[in-house]
């Protein structure tokens, strides 16, 4: 297993601004993934990021809009940039851990774009 | 491609009552099957998985058989408590390599005492 935590644990942001995520594992890992979770709504997939590579975006979700860093194998971050309250959400991270793909996720991080 | 479906909610049960939430699957070859668990204001949790058909995955008195024959992999439990009330996600991932996690869109059950 793996423990995940997230900072910052929730925030509200204005329209036009950034925000940072970030997302520690209490283990190295390969792979960490970022989800986006909308309100009422199941997990989308933004990225999936290892380290020492270019993060790989879903369809939909663009690099511009979604920068990552993996700058090691127990950390990474998450930026929405020049958000809009469209952006309003739960972003998670997730690792690989036990194998079979099973993924353990962090607390979240819930966005209010105002 | 890969997808989940699971049945609506929200599901509204009585405390002690039995639990059934449906999810079937479509995939290519042998995925690996999980249920997650989402308490009101936490992440994700997973609850319980199978990797292979006729695996019974079972947690917290919860459980749920992979059924190759009929690609399903409903969840029950007996006896249903008001802090099983949570969102419950049926997901799947295939087994060969790396392949990303496939989410169903999640099932709010409500327990009420």
């Known amino acids: 297993s793996a423990v995940i935590s997230q900072k910052p644990s929730r925030d509200i942001c204005q329209r036009g601004t950034s925000l940072t995520i970030q997302c520690q594992v209490d283990?190295?890992?390969?792979?960490m993934f970022w989800y986006r979770q909308q309100p009422g709504q199941s997990l989308t997939l933004i990225a999936t990021?290892?380290?020492?590579?270019?993060?790989?975006?879903e369809s939909g979700f663009v690099i511009d809009k979604f920068p990552i860093s993996r700058p090691n194998l127990t950390f990474s971050t998450l930026t929405v940039s020049n958000m809009s309250p469209e952006d309003s959400s739960i972003y998670l991270c997730?690792?690989?851990?036990?194998?079979?793909?099973?993924?353990?996720f962090g607390p979240g991080t819930r966005l209010t774009v105002l | 491609g890969d997808s989940v479906t699971q049945m609506e909610g929200p599901v509204t049960l009585s405390e002690e009552a039995f639990l059934t939430i449906n999810c079937t699957y479509t995939?290519?070859?042998?995925?690996?099957l999980f249920w997650y668990v989402q308490y009101p204001g936490e992440g994700l949790q997973l609850l319980l998985k199978?990797?292979?058909?006729?695996d019974k995955g079972s947690n917290k008195g919860f459980e749920a058989t992979y059924r190759k024959e009929t690609t399903s992999f409903h969840l029950e439990k007996g006896s249903v408590q008001v802090s099983d009330s949570a969102v419950y996600f049926c997901?799947?991932?295939?087994?060969?390599?790396?392949?990303?996690?496939?989410f169903g869109t999640g099932t709010k059950l409500q327990v009420i005492p």
């Open positions: 997730s690792v690989e851990a036990g194998g079979y793909n099973e993924q353990f």
């Open positions: 283990s190295q890992v390969t792979m």
């Open positions: 990021a290892n380290q020492g590579s270019e993060a790989t975006y």
């Open positions: 995939a290519t070859g042998y995925p690996s």
């Open positions: 199978a990797t292979k058909a006729d």
């Open positions: 997901a799947l991932s295939a087994r060969e390599g790396y392949q990303k996690v496939t």
